[in-house]
């Protein structure tokens, strides 16, 4: 072999072996998250996190919402690993956290500026005082509704809707001819789906899940009237298939003008007010989320943030990978993506300073007052020895109240009646907490 080739190839022998080490080294963090917009914008810009962190690979896992709580719930109660960063809420935080199965959250790099994260957000995503999850973003909920068909048709609606209010809105605003349907509402079965939803009609109406020794009371008059009127509205004025439709498809709907009114999360607002996004940008109005008998819990707290399991091999490089996507530069990147209205919401006190966000987003100021006045502490007009306003802050609420939610999407397609969904619900519920000893 002639020198000079000889002493190429032992070059380039040497530049793969550092290549290959450097591959080697590289961490790859597999990332457990939903399928909702803010998310998906998350995978795109991700890219950028790579480029700074050349020795962290990410590994993308998008799942649909039901589906991820059921992977994460199986990942982090068999401790198997799978995942490196769960998207997870304030739900299920304080509960692993207090277990000993999420990271704890300590050292955070000094320019993250922890103290800018929206209390609420922090406090919830803690136990004893130690934080388990950075906030991605925040939510309450709010009510939208179009300007062009209230105007069209007379209708003023209220900055504090009441349930009545809404039901005669829907009545006068559904046109089947037309594809517009008076209200959409999640029908689709989950506890974090229809009985997110369900549970605050149900709060406002006077209603609770358990009585103070953990009765359960989904057969009482103020479940049997919510329930009735959630099922009755959706029938009569909501689009074809709702017991199908969550957050996702209900977006859709609204978004491309198809829904007169819709009651759902506050973080959908950015969306709805992108005019790349949103064929309604400029005919969406708000309202706060609707009132019955007691304003007690009829607007939930909820954030979707992201946790870093104990079984993670990878807990330094997710560390910080949590960090950038949850920081103040995270929330700039996407202004630029996206614009200012499409922003992470809910998260960071700055946002909320910024002249881009407040001229960019009407609704900032009132989404965050909805965050901050959201109870979890109280969330019901009768006491009740749980927290959470849209969920029973209890590890079996997961299982007891999916199945809740099915027998409830069952009423809305016709398939039992709201007595019958609500009899299986008071078994189902009371026997659960029954079996897990907390009934005095």
């Keep these: 072999m002639k020198p000079a080739l000889k002493s190429a190839l032992k070059t380039m022998s040497a530049g793969a072996a550092a290549c290959f080490a450097l591959s080697a ?5 597999t990332i457990a998250t939903l399928n909702n917009p803010d998310m998906i914008e998350l995978k ?13 690979k990410l590994n993308w896992v998008i799942l649909e919402e039901n589906v991820l709580r059921q992977r994460a719930t199986t990942d982090i109660t068999t401790g198997s690993g799978q995942f490196d960063v769960m998207t997870i809420g304030a739900y299920e935080t304080p509960q692993w956290g207090k277990r000993g ?27 004893g005082g130690q934080l388990y999850a950075l906030p991605f ?8 509704y179009r300007k062009d068909l209230f105007a069209a048709k007379g209708l003023k609606m209220p900055d504090q809707p009441t349930y009545d209010q809404i039901a005669q809105f829907a009545d006068k605003l559904t046109d089947k001819a037309n594809g517009v349907y008076g209200i959409c509402l999640r029908g ?12 605050t009609v149900v709060n406002t109406f006077g209603g609770r899940w358990f009585d103070e020794k953990w009765h359960a009371q989904l057969t009482s008059p103020e479940w049997k009237k919510a329930i009735t009127f959630y099922v009755d509205l959706l029938k009569k004025n909501g689009p074809p298939g709702a017991s199908s439709n969550g957050f996702n498809e209900n977006l859709t709907l609204m978004s491309s003008g198809k829904c007169a009114m819709w009651i759902d999360a506050t973080v959908a607002a ?14 969406v109005g708000f309202a706060a989320a609707p009132v019955a008998v007691t304003p007690k819990g009829s607007h939930w707290l909820w954030a979707w943030a992201l946790a870093i399991p104990k079984s993670s091999k990878q807990a330094d490089a997710a560390k910080k990978f949590i960090a950038w996507a949850t920081s103040k530069q ?13 922003v992470p919401p809910g998260t960071r006190q700055s946002t909320y300073a910024r002249p881009e966000y407040k001229q960019a987003a009407p609704f900032g100021d009132f989404v965050l007052k909805a965050i901050e006045t959201a109870d979890p502490e109280h969330p019901t007009l009768k006491p009740v020895p749980y927290t959470g306003v849209q969920f029973v802050g209890i590890p079996e609420f997961q299982s007891f109240g999916t199945v809740v939610g099915q027998s409830i999407s069952g009423a809305i397609a016709g398939q039992m009646t709201v007595d019958q969904a609500l009899a299986a619900g008071q078994a189902t519920a009371d026997r659960a907490v029954k079996q897990a000893g907390y009934q005095k």
């Design 188 to 199: 689709k079965a989950g506890w974090g789906e229809n009985m997110a939803y369900g549970t």
């Design 330 to 342: 995270y929330i700039e990147l996407v202004a630029k993506d996206e614009g200012w209205a499409s």
């Design 44 to 56: 795109k810009l991700s890219p950028e996190f790579e480029k700074a962190n050349p020795d962290i």
């Design 137 to 144: 973003y925040v939510e309450s909920s709010m009510t939208y």
């Design 25 to 29: 080294s590289a961490a790859t963090v």
């Design 101 to 127: 199965w999420l990271t704890p959250l300590t050292n955070l790099p000094a320019d993250y500026d922890l103290n800018d994260v929206v209390k609420t957000a922090r406090d919830g995503l803690s136990s």
């Design 270 to 283: 950015g969306m709805l007010y992108n005019k790349q996004q949103s064929q309604i940008a400029d005919k």
